[in-house]
C-alpha cells in the first residue's frame, strides 16, 4: 500500500487552525496528524499528515481544506517506508535510571535491579519515554519532592506515555489525574498505565485546558508535575496557581536553560516560590511552591 508524508510549516496559531480542521476532516479515516515546533524563536511549526491509499486524492483535501480557512502553503510529500517503527526504535532504546526509578522496554525487564521502580514503557506513538532529559529530570525530581512532602492528589499535565503519573502512582500509592490534549497520548498513556499494574491509581483523560470538568472534580491537587514546553507552562501559570492547594509543590518541565528565569518569574508572579532547579543535558526541572 503507498504511504506518504504530507507536511508543511506555518506560525503556531495557524498550525493550530489547520489541525483541528485536519481533526474534523480526516476523523473517520484515522489518519496521523501532527504538529511540531521546528523552531521556537522564528514560530515555525511543521504539520504532518500521514495518507495511505490514493495519496493524491488526500492531498486535494488537505488543499480545499486550506484553502477553506484562507491559508495557501506549498505541500511537500515524502514516501514512508512500510517498517516495523516500534520494533526498528526498540533496537536502540536502552534502559534508563534516574534516582530509583527504571524505565524500560519489554526487552530489558531482566535487568531491573532489587529495589528499582520499574517502569516499562513501550516506544509508541507518545512521547516520554524517560530517555528525554526533562523526562528523567522529572522523576529525579518527583521522587525528592514525594519523600519530603507525601502529597495524596496529583496531576500529571500532559502526560504523554504516563511515566510520570506512572512513577507518582507507584512511589507514592496515590490517586492521579493524567491528562493530556491528544486522545492518542491518552489511549497509549492508559495502556501502559495497565501494563504497569497502575490503572486503578491513574485516571486518564483527554483535556485540551484547565476548563476541562475533570480537574474541578478532581483538584485541588498538592502536587502538579508538567513536561510540557516553556511558552505553554508561563501561560498556564494562573491557573496553576487556582488548581494547587496552599503549600502544595508544582514539578516543571520541557524548559530549556536560557528560558528558566522566564518561566520562574511567570510563576513567582502568581505567589509561587521557587524551591530548586536541576540541570540536565541542556533542560531544566523547576521546584516550586504554591
Not at 79 to 90: M, N, Y
Not at 250 to 275: C, N, T
Amino acid at each position: 500500500m503507498t504511504q506518504a508524508r504530507l507536511y508543511f510549516t506555518t506560525g503556531k496559531i495557524e498550525a493550530d487552525r489547520i489541525f483541528a480542521a485536519f481533526e474534523a476532516a480526516f476523523e473517520d479515516e484515522g489518519l496521523p496528524i501532527g504538529v511540531l515546533e521546528v523552531d521556537e524563536d522564528r514560530d515555525v511549526h511543521e504539520v504532518s499528515l500521514y495518507a495511505d491509499g490514493d495519496v493524491d486524492a488526500v492531498e486535494a483535501r488537505v488543499k480545499d481544506i486550506l484553502a477553506g480557512l484562507t491559508l495557501s502553503m506549498p505541500i511537500r510529500r515524502e514516501p514512508v517506508p512500510d517498517i516495523d517503527w516500534v520494533t526498528r526504535s526498540l533496537e536502540g532504546l536502552k534502559p534508563v535510571r534516574a534516582g530509583r526509578f527504571f524505565v524500560h522496554g519489554a526487552h530489558d525487564r531482566r535487568k531491573r535491579h532489587s529495589g528499582e521502580l520499574a517502569i516499562e514503557i513501550e516506544a509508541g506513538l507518545a512521547f516520554g519515554t524517560g530517555h528525554h532529559g526533562t523526562t528523567a529530570g522529572c522523576l529525579e525530581m518527583l521522587e525528592q519532592v514525594v519523600r519530603r512532602e507525601r502529597p495524596r492528589n496529583a496531576l500529571d499535565l500532559g502526560t504523554g506515555s504516563a511515566v510520570l503519573a506512572i512513577a507518582l502512582a507507584k512511589l507514592a500509592n496515590i490517586p492521579v489525574l493524567a491528562t493530556d490534549i491528544d486522545p492518542v497520548a491518552i489511549t497509549v498513556a492508559a495502556a501502559n498505565a495497565r501494563l504497569n499494574h497502575v490503572k486503578a491509581l491513574v485516571e486518564t483523560v483527554t483535556a485540551p485546558g484547565f476548563h476541562h470538568p475533570i480537574f474541578a472534580a478532581r483538584g485541588p491537587f498538592d502536587l502538579v508535575v508538567a513536561n510540557i514546553l516553556a511558552r505553554p507552562l508561563m501561560r498556564l501559570a494562573p491557573e496553576m496557581a487556582k488548581h494547587i492547594t496552599l503549600g502544595g509543590s508544582i514539578v516543571l518541565s520541557g524548559i530549556l536553560d536560557r528560558q528558566r528565569d522566564a518561566v520562574v518569574s511567570a510563576y513567582v508572579g502568581q505567589q509561587f516560590r521557587h524551591v530548586r532547579t536541576l540541570h540536565r543535558e541542556g533542560w531544566v526541572t523547576i521546584h516550586l511552591k504554591r
